[in-house]
């Protein structure tokens, strides 16, 4: 019915040991935020930085309006003292 089962006894804890600490990779996490970092700045839309430009090509932003559509009025005063 298969090899007989051979059960040693357990050993002995030895209340001074302490295990050695573990050795974490620092560069790993050093190269997984560099590289969200960049693929967050990837994402940005850079034509309209820094007070606009982009040159060339660019078309620009609507807003969300579509092309020659409004955006609406806001109703907030200029002037939190009063007036408009």
Same mark, same amino acid.
Request: aromatic content about 8%.
């Given at each position: 019915?298969?090899?007989d089962?051979?059960?040693? +006894?357990?050993?002995k804890? *030895?209340?001074?040991?302490?295990?050695?600490?573990?050795?974490?990779?620092?560069m @790993? &996490?050093?190269?997984?935020?560099?590289?969200?970092? @960049?693929s *967050?700045?990837?994402t940005?839309?850079?034509?309209n *930085?820094?007070?606009g430009?982009?040159? $060339?090509?660019?078309t620009?932003?609507? $807003?969300?309006? $579509?092309s020659? @559509? +409004? @955006? &609406?009025?806001?109703?907030?005063?200029?002037?939190?003292?009063?007036?408009?």
């Amino acid at each position: 019915m298969g090899p007989d089962r051979i059960f040693v +006894e357990p050993m002995k804890a *030895t209340p001074a040991y302490v295990p050695p600490a573990m050795q974490v990779s620092t560069m @790993a &996490p050093l190269i997984s935020g560099i590289g969200s970092a @960049a693929s *967050t700045l990837a994402t940005v839309d850079w034509s309209n *930085t820094f007070g606009g430009g982009g040159g $060339g090509g660019s078309t620009g932003n609507t $807003g969300g309006y $579509g092309s020659g @559509a +409004e @955006a &609406p009025k806001s109703t907030i005063p200029r002037n939190i003292y009063g007036g408009n």
